[in-house]
């Protein structure tokens, strides 16, 4: 099993810029699936990014074309990059792994411990 451990979260001004991290405890090279989620205030948590193992990825509609997702497999790393932020991407962010490819965000995948984004002028 896999354990995942985000950072870069923090406090940002509307239209900045915020970096996140993954770390995972072992090589994700073989890991079928890995993306990030959100849950804002009063919502549910929702899909924002995932990038497979192959290196193809995919973005939530509110998110396209100001986020990207990417990975460093030398360092066991998975990063968001977030950009032209918005009150509304204001959320706890959440990486998660799907190793065997049983659905990303599934009971089956693992989860890190979030990481508070902020976006507050």
Known sequence: ??????????????????SLSCVASRSISSIYAMGWYRQGPGKGREFVA?????????????????????????KNTMYLQMNNLKIEDEA???????????????????????TQVTVSS
């Not at 896999?2 to 915020?18: A, K, N």
């Not at 792994?97 to 979030?114: I, K, N, R, V």
């Open 50 to 74: 995932l990038i497979s193992k192959a290196g193809t990825s995919n973005f939530a509609d509110p998110v396209k074309g100001r986020f990207t997702i990417s990975r460093d497999i030398a």
């Open 92 to 114: 706890v962010y959440y990486c998660t792994a799907d190793p065997e490819g049983y659905g990303l965000g599934t009971e089956t995948s693992t989860w890190g411990q979030g």
């Open 1 to 18: 099993q896999v354990q995942l451990v985000e950072s870069g979260g923090g406090l940002v001004q509307p239209g900045g810029s915020l």
